[in-house]
């Protein structure tokens, strides 16, 4: 009798301890998803079990709440220096920066319940690092109307956060407290893939599952060539074969794609795009928005298992190209700041869409375009995936920083890079710019009003430095990093999100009648500037009509007008 009660206790346990692990998701019949405290609650419940897996905070973030980080490892080691030395691929996954978009929030609590009740294996050489909930602000934030595009779930959150910032444009200008925990986990990790849940907006189409997968072109070329010839190749095999047909992300808003599409350009402000500065290969998976809630849950976790078995069978190759891509980025002069598609160069990619047609439209009475699901459709398309950099730059031997600029320098070291200081004033010759031209957005952006098409001059000048102001020398492996962010003309400097607009107002100035007497007297003390006054008046009717332009160019050629206005504050050593 006791035999037969022992292994009936064990199934009834077995059972207990199936249903106490159900996802929101899974009790709703695939209708719901988890709010932001049944989603972590659910994670340290999985903790408590189960000695693979813990739970880790980080920081802060901007709704009060701190940043989790929940790893899973089978060997039940959880420091990632130690997973790095026995090779293991680091994957990490991130889940709700758009918390209206939550099906990774879902597909993820149920892929790590399954790894740790063996219902699935996460291969021995692959350790997974999860965000539940990236945007917690947006996460308490519930409705069920922001999303109108939308099929399911029943509520979700709201994509801002609680600064109502977009987080995925945050990732270099670090404006959340979300964004400064990510950047700590992010290398803390050194992660070896990245994955970054989302929904799409835009076209219909029949794939439930589409993959934005970082530019391969701005990888250093050993990794980038593997991304685009081996690695994401098996990722779309993988999903064929686990019957989710997956396409490239659909980068066109409506009508028919006959004529293809561009690749995305991430730049980096963007997960993707500011994984790719460290040689991470980041990914964006991007369901579809308009098929039921379940399917698109049941592909994220479909992908996101493949990603283990690919990120497994080629772990080797992975490991030893980041680290030749590492290495290479130390060595590498040349940096391109922006990057656009190459027109001449496309993949062909079988499309499974719906023609589209036109009817009258309920709402205006006027003819309106709609997708035809009734005439579906499978055919090869061009997809240009393929980029050339632009704007190239050549990385200086440093780069000296004043210590006042402490934004900038906070931010730097947040993202690791090495630095030293002055250990005393120091006379030093540089490269500095000058910011002759920019324009400036009219409307708000994420916070800001983003500076572009800046223009520059370069001179050399004896600047002092004070003891305390940053030196900082290249040759690291965050020298991409680094150059993207402190040349001025970068697509995602710190210059075009504003942190040095101190530099374009001018501090000092002077009364027209006052000046004219200090001018008319520097003038006769300086020939050759009376002449360049003269030269310009001959050449520009405007300027010889305007006493206050002529006056004004006196002054920014004399030694009275302050040396700061409109020098970029971040010095070039060569």
Not at 259 to 273: E, V
Not at 395 to 404: E, F, L, R, S
Request: hydrophobic letters at 35%; a neutral charge.
């Amino acid at each position: 009798m006791k035999k037969l009660i022992l292994p009936l206790l064990m199934v009834l346990a077995c059972e207990l301890n199936a249903q106490n692990f159900l996802t929101p998701f899974e009790i709703s019949k695939r209708n719901n998803t988890a709010t932001y405290f049944e989603c972590i609650d659910f994670y340290k419940k999985l903790d408590a079990a189960f000695t693979t897996i813990t739970v880790k905070n980080f920081g802060n973030t901007d709704a009060g709440y701190p940043l989790h980080l929940v790893l899973y490892s089978a060997d039940k080691s959880f420091n990632p220096q130690q997973w790095h030395q026995k090779n293991k691929i680091v994957l990490f996954i991130n889940n709700g920066i758009h918390p209206g978009e939550p099906d990774g929030i879902d597909a993820s609590m149920m892929l790590l319940r399954d790894i740790a009740n063996g219902k699935i294996k996460c291969p021995s050489n692959v350790v997974l690092a999860i965000i539940p909930v990236y945007n917690i602000g947006g996460s308490l934030n519930r409705g069920s109307f922001s999303r109108v595009n939308q099929n399911g779930p029943t509520a979700y959150g709201f994509r801002g956060n609680a600064q109502n910032l977009d987080l995925n444009r945050d990732f270099t200008k670090n404006d959340s407290y979300n964004a400064q925990a990510f950047a700590q986990i992010f290398h803390w990790l050194n992660p070896d893939i990245f994955m970054d849940n989302h929904v799409s907006d835009g076209a219909d189409y029949q794939h439930t599952m589409t993959l934005l997968t970082t530019q391969h072109d701005k990888l250093n070329s050993e990794l980038g060539n593997f991304l685009y010839n081996v690695f994401e190749p098996a990722l779309f095999k993988g999903m064929e074969e686990k019957n989710w047909p997956m396409c490239p992300y659909v980068n066109f808003e409506q009508g028919n794609p006959d004529r293809g599409w561009d690749g995305f350009y991430d730049t980096p402000r963007y997960s993707s795009g500011y994984t790719t500065l460290f040689q991470t290969i980041g990914f964006v998976p991007e369901t579809h928005m308009l098929k039921p809630y379940g399917d698109r849950v049941q592909a994220t976790y479909a992908l996101m298992q493949t990603m283990m078995e690919q990120g497994s069978k080629y772990a080797k190759e992975i490991i030893e190209k980041r680290k030749q891509s590492l290495a290479a980025i130390q060595q590498q002069k040349d940096f391109p700041l922006s990057w656009k598609a190459d027109t001449t160069k496309f993949d062909l990619i079988n499309f499974m869409g719906y023609e589209t047609g036109r009817k009258k439209s309920d709402v205006t009475g006027m003819d309106r375009m709609f997708y035809d699901h009734s005439k579906p459709f499978i055919k090869p398309v061009k997809y240009f995936n393929h980029f050339v950099g632009d704007n190239i730059v050549t990385k200086p031997k440093a780069y000296i920083i004043p210590q006042g600029w402490h934004n900038v320098i906070d931010l730097l070291k947040l993202n690791k890079v090495e630095m030293k200081r002055l250990s005393k004033d120091s006379l030093i010759e540089v490269d500095a710019y000058h910011i002759d031209d920019y324009k400036t957005s009219t409307r708000a952006y994420e916070k800001h009003y983003r500076h572009s098409d800046v223009k520059l001059s370069s001179s050399k000048q004896t600047i002092k430095f004070l003891k305390g102001d940053y030196i900082i020398n290249t040759g690291q492996t965050a020298d991409r990093f680094l150059v993207e962010m402190l040349e001025p003309t970068g697509d995602d400097s710190y210059f075009a999100w504003n942190f040095f607009d101190a530099i374009l107002q001018q501090k000092e100035g002077y009364s027209n009648y006052r000046w004219e007497d200090v001018a008319a007297t520097y003038l006769q003390q300086h020939d050759e500037l009376k002449q360049k006054l003269e030269d310009r008046k001959k050449a520009d009717a405007r300027f010889a009509a305007s006493a206050n332009m002529q006056l004004d160019f006196v002054y920014k050629n004399s030694p009275y007008y302050e040396p700061a206005h409109l020098r970029y504050p971040v010095y070039r050593v060569n």
